[in-house]
């Protein structure tokens, strides 16, 4: 069998969802997906693509490797070229699993789990009293999830000057004032409190804060009992996420920004963090973040994986979250968008009661429907070609 095409197309979603189908002279097919890589991803995967062309699919790290260091000299390290990898290394998988009428998670090592455990990130929004946040909850939980996702800073760069006439806020300074921290603080103890006993929280701030601010915060959030705080500070400086760690009981959960194994390596050995939370569609693929999982794993770190992704690339971070002992949860990002079944030819949701069930079915397990998603397509973009 051999490569004889790498075609992409891209989607509006979340973000720009990039798909990447490889095609074989023996008409088998694998579709991978990858995000937060825009059209340089899309340019980067054409540039490969006579690299791959007349290749056995098989060899996927092998693959992986030899196009990653072919272009160390041109960032192969992080950023687009690692996230358009990403995509190519997940068609590989799910044509490699096809081919051999395999799930992906065989071919990965089997399973520690047969279902996923999968958490909402909801939209809750500064300036919602309580009685709005139980209802935005109410509704989460009434889909079967045990566990959800706040954002602490949604506003903080503009929006929330409506909310208190004289309150300006410096859109690069990283401190948060009085008014803001307790902002923050009341809105995570209603979500808590709305929740119940039995259903675990998390906050994200998606690296706004510096030490001082983010340090008061984590304190005061303490008795929350939250599932983590995520990126409280930038990803830059793991010096500084381990000083947050240090000063609190509240579990510090970072990596989303994060690339390769190379990329967790400092955080990991500095403990820096209680959780990492790699995008699998984004930072290396399936193979590689269960390398690093198996890494955070030496140091009884939780795998808590980023996910924005539609469910094909959700399906395939399952693969790899099922593959792991330490993985903890898994995000899904979609709770208000009308064609997360539509757009594969399933039909029905991945998720039930709050988690994914793993079946039998060869590759990933899923297929992306044309005529839905070409609806969605992103602008500028070509269509598998």
């Given amino acids: 069998m051999k490569i004889t095409a790498v075609k992409t197309a891209a989607t509006s979603g979340h973000c720009m969802h990039l798909w ?10 694998g579709l991978g997906e990858c995000v937060h890589g825009g059209h340089a991803a899309i340019a980067l995967i054409h540039e490969l693509t006579p690299k791959l062309i007349g290749r056995d699919p098989f060899p ?6 030899e196009l990653r260091r072919g272009l160390v000299f041109e960032g192969g390290f992080a950023g687009a070229l690692i996230t358009a990898l990403t995509g190519i290394e997940i068609a590989l998988w799910d044509l490699k699993g096809k081919a051999l009428k395999t799930p992906v998670y065989e071919l990965l090592g089997g399973t520690f789990r047969d279902k996923v455990r999968v958490y909402a990130d909801c939209e809750v929004t500064p300036g919602m009293n309580f009685d709005q946040c139980k209802k935005v909850v109410d509704e989460v939980l009434e889909l079967g999830f045990t566990a959800l996702k706040i954002d602490l800073d949604i506003g903080a760069y503009g929006t929330m000057q409506s909310e208190v006439a004289d309150f300006i806020k410096d ?7 009085g008014w803001e921290h307790d ?4 809105l995570a103890e ?3 409190t709305a929740a119940g006993e039995t259903i675990d929280v ?15 915060l984590v304190k005061d959030l303490e008795s929350l ?3 983590w705080l995520e990126e409280p500070v930038p990803p830059e400086n793991v010096a500084a996420m381990r000083e947050i760690k240090r000063t609190t009981s509240t ?12 990329g967790f390596r400092d955080l990991l050995e500095s403990q820096a963090v209680d959780i990492i939370m790699p995008d699998i569609p984004k930072c290396g693929g399936l193979s590689e973040c269960r390398k690093i999982a198996n890494m955070a794993e030496i140091y009884y770190i939780p795998f808590a994986p980023h996910n924005v992704s539609s469910p094909i690339g959700t399906m395939a971070s399952a693969h790899v979250c099922a593959t792991v002992p330490n993985f903890l949860v898994l995000e899904f990002h979609w709770l208000h968008r009308d064609y997360w079944t539509s757009i594969t030819t399933r039909k029905t949701d991945i998720i039930e009661d709050g988690f994914i069930a793993l079946d039998d079915a060869p590759g990933i397990g899923l297929e992306l429907d044309e005529e839905v998603a070409r609806a969605h397509q992103y602008p500028g973009t070509t269509w598998f070609e």
């Fill in 183 to 186: 902002r923050m603080v009341r």
């Fill in 190 to 192: 209603m979500v808590k």
């Fill in 225 to 227: 009992q939250l599932m």
């Fill in 171 to 177: 859109p690069f300074n990283h401190t948060a004032g």
């Fill in 251 to 262: 579990p510090i959960c970072a990596g989303e920004n994060l690339y390769l194994r190379q």
């Fill in 202 to 216: 998390a906050c994200d701030l998606h690296t706004r804060l510096d030490v001082p601010s983010a340090t008061r």
């Fill in 60 to 65: 996927v790290d092998a693959i992986f490797e």
């Fill in 20 to 29: 990447v189908r490889i095609e074989t002279d023996a008409g088998v097919t």
